[in-house]
T-cell receptor, first 116, second 112 residues
Framework: AQKVTQAQTEISVVEKEDVTLDCVYE???????LFWYKQPPSGELVFLIR??????QNEISGRYSWNFQKSTSSFNFTITASQVVDSAVYVC?????????????FGGGTRVLVKP | GAGVSQSPSNKVTEKGKDVELRCDPI?????LYWYRQSLGQGLEFLIY????????KSGLPSDRFSAERTGGSVSTLTIQRTQQEDSAVYLC??????????FGPGTRLTVT
């Protein structure tokens, strides 16, 4: 069965520091999708990125970057030069192509606290 | 509005009562999902609807939980004879087929 592990439950940094969030996944499927969502205090999940298993290119979007390493089953997320507004819970998720629909299996989330 | 909406935003109910939670997906999104987020379990899948196909109910925790989607749009999640362990935030998401899921703000359910 699929599983997503986010070993870091909480990370506290000072503004402008970089922070890297770890995500390790397990799946028997060869085709799958990985996601990151941001959950601010309001509670709504905000989509950040989707990556399919055949695309191992790293991606950068502004201060956000993602490192997909199939060899270690990891999909890590880095926030560069963190800001207070980055404070939120970040959740990594997986969906398997063979499953009906795109139902997500989530990690436990990492709470990021950025202090001014 | 352009996003997924859910109602009510908060619901407090007594143990044993039935509750209905509503989700309005983004217009044109054929897929609709229900998840719940509780302190002990994190985020977990409940049920999935895609067009006119039979729903995937594999995540429903018990037969007290049911959901329907009328006209391929609005969905209602019903919990019968609520228990305290049902207390959680219930999140709805919609997508175009197997595309990215966009989530609503959730309904916080508290069973007293």
């Amino acid at each position: 069965a699929q599983k997503v592990t986010q070993a870091q439950t909480e990370i506290s940094v000072v503004e402008k520091e970089d922070v890297t969030l770890d995500c390790v996944y397990e799946t028997r499927d060869t085709t799958y999708y990985l996601f990151w969502y941001k959950q601010p205090p309001s509670g709504e999940l905000v989509f950040l990125i989707r990556r399919n298993s055949f695309d191992e290119q790293n991606e950068i979007s502004g201060r956000y970057s993602w490192n997909f390493q199939k060899s270690t089953s990891s999909f890590n997320f880095t926030i560069t030069a963190s800001q207070v507004v980055d404070s939120a819970v970040y959740v990594c998720a997986l969906s398997e192509a063979r499953a009906a629909g795109n139902k997500l299996t989530f990690g436990g989330g990492t709470r990021v606290l950025v202090k001014p | 509005g352009a996003g997924v909406s859910q109602s009510p935003s908060n619901k407090v109910t007594e143990k044993g009562k039935d509750v209905e939670l509503r989700c309005d997906p983004i217009s044109g999104h054929t897929a609709l999902y229900w998840y719940r987020q509780s302190l002990g379990q994190g985020l977990e899948f409940l049920i999935y609807f895609q067009g006119n196909s039979a729903p995937d109910k594999s995540g429903l925790p018990s037969d007290r939980f049911s959901a329907e989607r009328t006209g391929g749009s609005v969905s209602t999640l019903t919990i019968q004879r609520t228990q305290q362990e049902d207390s959680a935030v219930y999140l709805c998401a919609s997508s175009i087929a197997r595309g990215e899921q966009y989530f609503g703000p959730g309904t916080r359910l508290t069973v007293t």
